[in-house]
């Protein structure tokens, strides 16, 4: 903790310094980023943009955690339905996020849908490719016990899949959590109304570098308190069984 708090003081001061050498127009101090998000905070803006923001996180998120975890176990579990899906994760893990996300904003106009569509696309296989080799390592032993003992689907993907596969999931999750922090960002600067990324994109219009940085570190005051107090428990309890290295 004493050496965090050490860093965090070393980054300040270094802000600081080269606000100094730069000037306030091309880096403001952090004093005055500090007064923007306060006043931003006041007027009700800040947090109704966060919360725009967090809201598409967690559909896009959700949405493609759920469509690549049942992807990636089919084409892990039968070699046919990998051949298919196998090209199509080529093409959309090299396909650049912009494509996607003017692609659905062509197709689907300016709509909110379209903006969750684009995220969650971006997402899709990144899921899908982990959770597919998660699949792939699955003990046969086990699905072989689960059929002496006549274990129903449900309780065979509870007991039996779910806890071999939590390791994978919880590093798509974590893997594709950094990912949709920066596609909806994107996707809001392009084509929404309100938003982190509507907001940054108006100071950038305007050349406040101050109002820039104001929510950029707001973001990331969110982004940090949602991987500590959240994916880093979680991936801590899905990973307890693993042996610690010494």
């Known amino acids: 903790m004493g ?16 606000s ?60 046919i339905a990998d051949r298919l899906g196998d090209p199509w994760l080529i093409v959309l893990l090299n ?12 197709w689907a ?12 696309l971006n ?7 982990t959770v597919r080799e998660g699949a792939r390592s699955l003990d046969h032993a086990l699905d072989d016990m689960a059929q002496v ?11 039996v899949i779910l806890p071999q596969l939590a390791p994978y999931l919880a590093a798509a999750a974590r893997s594709g959590l950094s990912l949709v922090w920066k596609i909806v960002l994107i996707v809001e600067l ?6 982190v ?16 940085l104001a929510y950029a570190l707001a973001f990331i005051a969110v982004m940090l308190a949602i991987e500590t107090f959240l994916v880093q428990p979680f991936e801590r309890h899905v990973a307890r069984w693993r042996p610690r290295p010494t």
């Open 95 to 106: 396909l650049p996020a912009l494509v996607i996300i003017v692609l659905a904003y062509v």
């Open 20 to 79: 100094q050498l730069a000037g306030a127009r091309l880096l403001p101090d952090p004093q005055a980023v500090a007064l923007a998000i306060v006043d931003e905070a006041r007027s009700g803006m800040l947090a109704f943009n966060l919360g725009a923001t967090l809201a598409r996180v967690a559909a896009a998120f959700i949405l493609a955690m759920a469509l690549g975890s049942v992807i990636g176990l089919i084409m892990g579990r039968w070699r």
């Open 197 to 212: 990324g509507f907001e940054i994109g108006v100071a950038f219009q305007l050349f406040d570098v101050t109002r820039i």
């Open 109 to 120: 106009g300016l709509t909110e849908t379209a903006a969750i569509a684009a995220v969650a």
């Open 190 to 195: 392009l084509g929404r109304p309100n938003g």
């Open 149 to 159: 003992f006549r274990m129903g689907a449900w309780t065979r993907m509870r007991h």
């Open 3 to 18: 050496a965090r708090l050490v860093s965090l003081a070393l980054l300040i001061a270094a802000w600081y310094a080269g």
């Open 123 to 129: 997402k899709l296989p990144i899921a899908t490719v």
